[in-house]
């Protein structure tokens, strides 16, 4: 069994994500796994009423859209931005593909980089402020002992900030490196070496990307599956070591179908800002719908309960994950099987059941 992962009753399917799961592509290819935890049937009976809204100093909400691949690629970009547009969303969260743009270590590639900045600025045109979720330094780095690595990352990230840090709202660097290692994408041991390091490149990216005139705050999300006292437990002990070094904590949020850990949602958030006192954005909330996970029903049920209830506390900002399901068959992921399903429209472009509820609940306010 591999980290993170629990046996669970009855259906039993794995939310997997790789490293960097960025829509049309993995921008990172590692593995974060997580398996499925499920509500006892008193737990499903009622869900939670929603708690009286607190005002947001900026009402951020929107979605998760994979960076398009190529040209032809864009014309679904395009569209999934007009949708997010067209239901009032405000927020973005997407990537663009590291190798693309930086081929190699001191090589930069000013096409690809024109091609993305276009994509950007269409999203930035229809009124969408931009979460841009980075790696460190792409595969060609993940051989790199620390220092070299350090010195990679600090190049790559300083190229993406002067080609990109006008577009960008909030750099969010690495995705789910408490459970990914944040360079080898291997299961991460959470361990002091492994947090002090992790905290190491969380400082220097927030140096290259936070300073100075144009500067940017960052984020990186914590993995949020499966939600129990256990997770938060783990949060606090990433956090106690990482928090100095991001400007926004970052979170994963998956309650899945369990009405009780729905309705502890606010409670949880509510105790991460009291214990640090920084602002908090929901990178990812969302539930995976087919054959061997859930239900368009169950999608259309639960995920509006939790936005209610994470849209009750004071947020930067909130991402669901994601609007269209899965990525491209030729982004370079081996078996997408398990990454598909968690949109509100299906990959040809109709949508799920659930749509217009989750919609209403993501409208900003």
């Known amino acids: 069994m591999k980290d993170g992962e629990v046996e669970t009753p009855a259906r039993s399917p794995k939310i997997t994500r790789r490293g960097l799961l960025i829509g049309s592509a993995a ?18 009976d009622q869900l939670p009423e929603s708690r009286e809204q ?21 014309v679904r970009w395009r569209t999934d931005i007009d949708t997010l547009a067209g239901s009032g969303q405000n927020l973005l969260r997407t990537a663009v593909y590291p190798w693309l743009v930086a081929p190699a270590l001191n090589s930069w590639d000013d096409r690809a980089t ?3 900045r276009e994509t950007l600025a269409y999203a930035r045109d229809k009124g969408m402020e931009i979460n841009l979720v980075v790696p460190g330094a792409p595969d060609w780095g993940q051989d790199f002992g620390f220092d070299e690595y350090v010195e990679a990352c600090t190049w790559f990230w300083t190229k993406m900030r002067e080609n990109f840090g006008d577009q960008v709202e909030l750099w969010q660097v690495y995705n789910e490196a408490d459970h990914a290692h944040y360079q080898l994408f291997t299961p991460a041991t959470r361990d002091a070496e492994y947090l002090g390091e992790f905290a190491e490149m969380l400082g220097t990216a927030q140096r290259v990307f936070g300073v100075g005139d144009g500067g940017r705050p960052i984020t990186t999300n914590l993995t949020g599956w ?3 006292d256990e997770r938060e437990q783990e949060w606090y002990l990433v956090l106690d070591a990482i928090a100095a070094q991001v400007d ?13 850990e729905i309705g502890r949602l606010a409670e949880r958030m509510q105790r991460v800002q009291e214990r640090y006192g920084k602002p908090i954005f929901v990178a990812e909330t969302g539930l995976q719908t087919g054959p061997d996970t859930w239900t368009e029903e169950d999608q259309k ?9 994470l849209r009750s ?10 609007l269209r399901d899965a990525e491209p068959p030729d982004a370079g992921v ?9 949109g509100i429209i299906r990959r040809d472009g109709s949508r799920k059941s659930g749509f217009d509820d989750i919609m209403h609940a993501l409208a900003p306010r």
């Not at 607190?54 to 864009?74: C, I, M, N, T």
């Not at 081996?334 to 968690?342: S, W």
């Open 27 to 44: 921008a990172v290819v590692g593995v974060g796994v997580g398996a499925a935890v499920f509500a006892s049937a008193s737990s499903r």
């Open 226 to 228: 499966p939600m129990n």
């Open 334 to 342: 081996e078996d997408l099987t398990p990454l598909a399903g968690f």
């Open 313 to 322: 506390v004071g947020l930067w900002g909130l991402s669901l994950y994601e």
């Open 248 to 260: 926004v904590l970052g979170f994963s949020v998956y309650p899945a179908d369990n009405s009780d």
């Open 54 to 74: 607190s005002p947001l100093p900026r009402d951020r909400v929107g979605a998760h859209v994979g960076a398009p691949v190529d040209e032809e690629d864009a």
């Open 114 to 116: 024109a091609f993305y």
């Open 301 to 309: 049920q639960y995920v509006p309960a939790a936005i209610e209830q």
